[in-house]
């Protein structure tokens, strides 16, 4: 019998009738299984494969591909999965909410390191000495003719003024790690500016009362002492309007945007803040920085063939 001849034992699989039928400008009749279509064979008098699966049903290389019907789609499941988007980069600061609350927390630490300028001017008074003087005719006078406690307050207030700075530039670093940048530099320039003029404050009021207290009653000679101020630094005032700070008073800012600038130009992030991770399952910080070792091979089943051998 020809493969060409539809057998009538045979059930036709879907698609086998197309590929059996004559072309559509092939000339001469129709072969009579043109006209069957898939469901019914000339001579076949119960139902065609759509109900009747026949005796291959079981067999799997004889199942219909999407390819053999004619308009079938895709199969749910056959090919590689397709393939997600990768995820964006992720925005700690997403609405106006949390810009918000990182504006307040910067402001907060810029007032919590002016806050610190109290105790600084507090240590600077303690450690700095004072100058002895002698009640004259105009006022009091240096006992000394060149004393060197106006040159030791200075040195003292560069000294604790300049690690506080240094200070306050790594705890904002590390504190405000949202807003790491010029926000993060000019809360700690600003903020330890504010210390040092509270530190400044503080630190000459310590004893001053008593200093005037003696200058307005003592007796002309009478040898007495000077609380510690600054002669290096200070503010002056531009038109009597502008403040113009100077001097070691600056030196606190100094230290913190230096600390600051080093910080930032030694991060390892391009945006000076850690990069945040997709909330996915399974993904941690220990799963990004090293790689789970890969799983060993599963041992060989019982009775399994031996591989080939070169």
Do not use: C
Not at 52 to 63: T, V, W
Not at 154 to 174: E, P, Q, T, Y
Not at 234 to 254: M, T
């Amino acid at each position: 019998m020809s493969p060409d001849t539809p057998d009538p034992a045979r059930p036709v699989r879907s698609g086998e009738a197309d590929r059996t039928a004559p072309p559509a400008h092939a000339t001469g009749p129709a072969s009579p299984a043109a006209g069957a279509g898939p469901a019914r064979t000339s001579g076949s008098a119960g139902p065609g494969p759509a109900q009747d699966p026949g005796p291959h049903a079981g067999d799997a290389s004889l199942a219909p591909t999407a390819g053999d019907a004619p308009g079938s789609g895709p199969v749910a499941g056959d090919g590689p999965p397709a393939a997600h988007p990768a995820p964006g980069p992720v925005h700690p600061l997403v609405d106006g909410a949390d810009r918000r609350r990182a504006w307040r927390g910067a402001v907060g630490a810029g007032a919590a390191l002016a806050a610190l300028g109290v105790p600084l001017g507090l240590l600077w008074a303690a450690v700095a000495p004072d100058t002895p003087v002698v009640k004259a005719a105009a006022g009091a006078v240096y006992a000394e003719p060149q004393p060197e406690q106006p040159i030791a307050a200075d040195g003292w207030f560069s000294l604790l003024g300049l690690g506080f700075g240094v200070l306050a530039a790594l705890a904002v670093w590390f504190l405000l790690r949202r807003r790491r940048g010029p926000v993060g530099l000019g809360t700690a320039v600003l903020g330890a500016f504010a210390a040092a003029v509270v530190a400044w404050q503080v630190g000459r009021r310590v004893g001053l009362g008593t200093f005037d207290r003696l200058l307005a009653t003592a007796p002309e000679g009478q040898a007495f002492t000077k609380p510690a101020d600054l002669r290096a630094g200070g503010i002056d005032w531009l038109l009597g309007v502008v403040p113009v700070p100077h001097g070691n008073l600056l030196l606190p800012a100094f230290g913190a945007a230096v600390t600051y600038t080093l910080l930032a130009g030694w991060s390892r992030w391009p945006s000076l803040r850690p990069e945040p991770v997709p909330d996915a399952p399974g993904l941690s910080w220990a799963s990004v920085a090293t790689p789970a070792p890969p799983a060993a091979p599963e041992p060989p089943a019982p009775g399994a063939g031996e591989p080939p051998r070169g």
